[in-house]
């Protein structure tokens, strides 16, 4: 009962998480941190992506200020919280912030990794259309736009290779694209995948990417369907002064857990790989027509989404109206 009562000592501190929930799913285990640890406030920047987050939680400490030293009396976060949160959400470490900390805006730079098997796509025109995204660009072909809340769509990207995964299914193999960059527009990583498959495809020339990075030529972005979300991975965030904390009894916990849900998984894709094994190969109809696969119309040629300059007349005459 102690935990559910407010704390009279607190400390601001941020977390960082690891996840597979859903966003409604995570939202709904974000208030369950609430009511167990007393957090007096849940900061508006937290997004459903990140894996850092910072809040106010009960602190065994008298004066939130000590020194490292006295971090040895402080609470065990990761092992509290882990013991009450569901399997599929883990803390893996926590460090004491400032006042003014804010997880989004604090972040110096982001990893994101996308994880697609080969097949069929030509993984070195991929590259090459992947190198142009490399410096600062206009992204505003590669996101969702939100007119209403962002106005510079000026991102810069550090780093984008395409690399090998050294695993094998099914006689394909996995592979990843690694981005690295300051910040990143909403839903920029999955556009920026799915232009880079319709290259690998050879449905497109790697030249598309420089077409739709210049805004001057491309003043509207063409209509197409992101990459799917579950391969994409924000492998790491970058802040500065920020260590993040993890008991050694807490991190042998994480280990094992890590290890008990791989194994859990693996099991999963046993059995589909045996009912494979029961499955026969169809001969082939002679009288049966192939399907006809859905012709590609090119990026450049396809209907376009309203300019950002579009977007805000209707934002501005909308909020005229109320």
Not at 284 to 300: A, Q, S, T
């Amino acid at each position: 009962m102690a935990l559910l009562q407010k704390p009279t000592q607190s400390r601001r501190l941020s977390l960082r998480f690891s996840k597979q929930l859903k966003e409604q799913d995570y939202w709904l285990e974000v208030g369950k941190i609430h009511a167990i640890l007393g957090v007096e406030e849940l900061t508006k920047e937290f997004l459903p992506l990140d894996r850092v987050i910072s809040l106010y939680l009960r602190s065994n400490l008298k004066d939130a200020g000590e020194n490292i030293l006295g971090e040895r009396s402080e609470i065990d976060y990761v092992s509290v919280l882990n013991r009450n949160l569901p399997r599929d959400i883990r803390v893996i470490g926590w460090c004491p912030v400032a006042a003014d900390f804010l997880a989004r805006f604090s972040c110096l730079g982001r990893e994101y990794k996308y994880l697609f098997w080969k097949r069929a796509l030509d993984v070195s025109k991929m590259q090459k259309a992947a190198f142009k995204f490399i410096g600062e660009h206009d992204f505003r072909n590669f996101c969702k736009m939100d007119a209403a809340n962002v106005s510079n769509y000026k991102r810069y990207i550090t780093d984008f290779n395409i690399s090998a995964c050294d695993q094998r299914s099914n006689h394909d193999e996995l592979w990843s694209m690694n981005i690295r960059g300051s910040a990143f527009l909403w839903h920029q990583v999955r556009c920026m995948a799915a232009v880079l498959f319709f290259v690998g495809q050879g449905l497109e020339s790697p030249c598309v990417v420089d077409s739709l990075l210049d805004i001057t030529k491309t003043p509207r972005k063409p209509q197409y369907t992101m990459a799917p979300e579950l391969p994409l991975i924000l492998r790491s965030c970058l802040f500065d002064g920020v260590s993040f904390m993890c008991s050694s009894d807490a991190s042998q916990a994480l280990i094992e857990h890590l290890k008990d849900e791989h194994h859990q998984y693996m099991l999963q894709a046993a059995i589909f790989d045996e009912a494979l094994t029961c499955l026969s190969i169809p001969e082939p109809n002679p009288l049966e027509h192939p399907k006809k696969k859905r012709k590609h119309i090119p990026l450049l040629s396809r209907e376009a989404e309203p300019s950002y300059e579009e977007r805000r007349a209707r934002v501005k005459a909308k909020s005229a109206n109320v």
